[in-house]
């Protein structure tokens, strides 16, 4: 209860009948499409494909990136938003998982709100009488009151901070096949069995945020549990999370069996404080693991602006049409590099890394990265009449070798990155 008590489980039961039938037949059918790949990572230097396929399901326009690779949504259905998907049982399969992830994140909230209510009572029965009325006027002097649908009182504050911690913009969905895998690695600290995906933390994601996970192993009679009376640990056959308090092995590990339809949640800074793994049973197993994104350089609309911010440094004469820079500041020069190699390294070379299984979905994302390489040529020209300009003699002595200086190192870093994803 108290080392982990932020990790929330709940039964399938607890979940309505007919968003499992959705959710359940949407696996199935990204499945029967091939839409789950394995990811390329990179760990220290070195490449790794990922045990498990996955597949990134969100916001239209949202990425989330880990282990230095770049996932792109395929956007589920959104109002605004012209999404054209290969077959309709696509698109219905992304529009069951927007409703499980409209669920999740009222679940969340209610969570959330039920432990806040929970940890106001226990001040209040531990406060001696005659503080009690100091302890309202404090509370009052946080903040006004606001009152949710549900009827739990929240200061207004912590309403809007619950709302943003827990409206998921994205779910990375999981699967994998553990008898088709020919290695598992062992879980090294409290002899868990075969692990999935080991221990870890979850990245890029807004501090404090709540991650939701659904969980549906395809279980049949023919795995079922272990008819051992003492089974020592956990049953081998069954799906587990596994969950330690990080750098921690002497505080013992929690291993809590996944049914199919089971969910979690793992909540406030959970995902800062533990590591989670996730143990193999013997069945094929789907999650969906909901999200909040740090989204804040890894949206479309982020990286438009960058483009646009540099591209204020280019103009065209009216006249001859030619091509000039507006400033030759060392300051101007390095903020168009750095820029420059954001949309080549992090945007343009990562979807088409790997971005072309996207189009088995859809392909909406062709006309924003078509869009995005015409900014990048555009930078490229700039590149060049930095060249051009500090080759001219005129130029200030001072400013030219300043510009020089911050021009080199930007350069050499692309240089760099384009030798690494050449390899790659």
């Known amino acids: 209860k108290t080392k982990y008590s932020k990790l929330i489980f709940r039964k399938s039961e607890t979940v309505p009948e007919e968003l499992h039938q959705m959710v359940q037949k949407g696996f199935l ?14 760990i220290k230097g070195k490449d790794f494909l990922t045990p498990v396929s ?15 690779t770049r996932l792109f949504t395929v956007p589920w259905p959104t109002e605004g938003y012209d999404i054209k998907y ?10 069951a998982l927007i409703r499980l992830n409209d669920y999740l994140h009222i ?41 949710d649908q549900s009827g739990i009182c929240v200061p207004e504050g912590d309403s809007i901070s619950l709302k943003n ?6 779910t990375l969905l999981n699967y994998m096949d553990p008898l088709q895998m020919l290695y598992l690695k062992q879980e090294p600290y409290f002899g868990m069995g075969n692990m999935a995906v080991s221990w870890h933390h979850d990245e890029n994601l807004v501090e404090r945020s709540t991650v939701a996970v659904y969980s549906y192993s395809c279980e049949d009679s023919s795995v079922g549990e272990s008819n051992e009376k003492e089974l020592k640990g956990r049953d081998p056959a069954v799906w587990h999370v596994g969950l330690k308090v990080a750098w921690d092995i002497e505080t013992p590990g929690l291993a809590i069996p996944l049914r199919q339809g089971d969910f979690y949640l793992m909540l406030d800074d959970l995902n800062m404080t533990h590591q989670h793994c996730v143990l193999a049973g013997l069945s094929p197993r ?10 804040s350089r890894g949206t479309l609309e982020y990286i438009f602006g960058q483009c646009e911010l540099a591209l204020q ?34 945007w343009l070379r990562q979807f088409w890394f790997q971005g072309k299984r996207y189009l088995k979905c859809t392909d ?61």
Request: include cysteine; glycine fraction near 2%; charged fraction near 30%.
């Open 29 to 42: 059918t990204l499945q029967e499409h091939d839409c789950f790949f394995q990811d390329l990572v990179r």
């Open 54 to 68: 996955r597949i990134l399901i969100g916001n239209p326009g949202c990425t989330y990136k880990y282990l230095n």
């Open 364 to 424: 909406w994302w062709l006309k924003p990265m078509a869009k995005l390489e015409e900014f990048w040529r555009k930078m490229e020209i700039m590149t060049s009449l930095v060249l051009s300009e500090v080759r001219k003699e005129q130029q200030i002595e001072e400013q030219r070798s300043e510009t020089i200086s911050c021009f080199l190192l930007v350069l050499k870093e692309r240089q760099r990155l384009r030798k690494e994803w050449a390899v790659r």
């Open 165 to 170: 911690r827990t409206s998921y913009n994205l």
């Open 286 to 295: 789907f999650s969906s693991t909901h999200r909040v994104a740090d989204c």
């Open 86 to 95: 290969c077959s309709p049982q696509i698109h219905d399969a992304c529009k």
């Open 313 to 346: 440094n280019l103009q065209t004469d009216s006249d001859s049409m030619a091509l000039s820079l507006k400033s030759l500041e060392a300051a101007v020069v390095k903020q168009v590099e750095e820029i420059h190699n954001e949309v080549e390294f992090e």
């Open 107 to 147: 679940e969340a909230v209610k969570t959330l709100q039920e432990q806040h209510l929970c940890e106001t009572k226990e001040i209040k029965d531990t406060t001696v009488t005659d503080r009690e009325q100091s302890f309202a006027t404090s509370l009052t002097e946080q903040g006004s009151v606001s009152k």
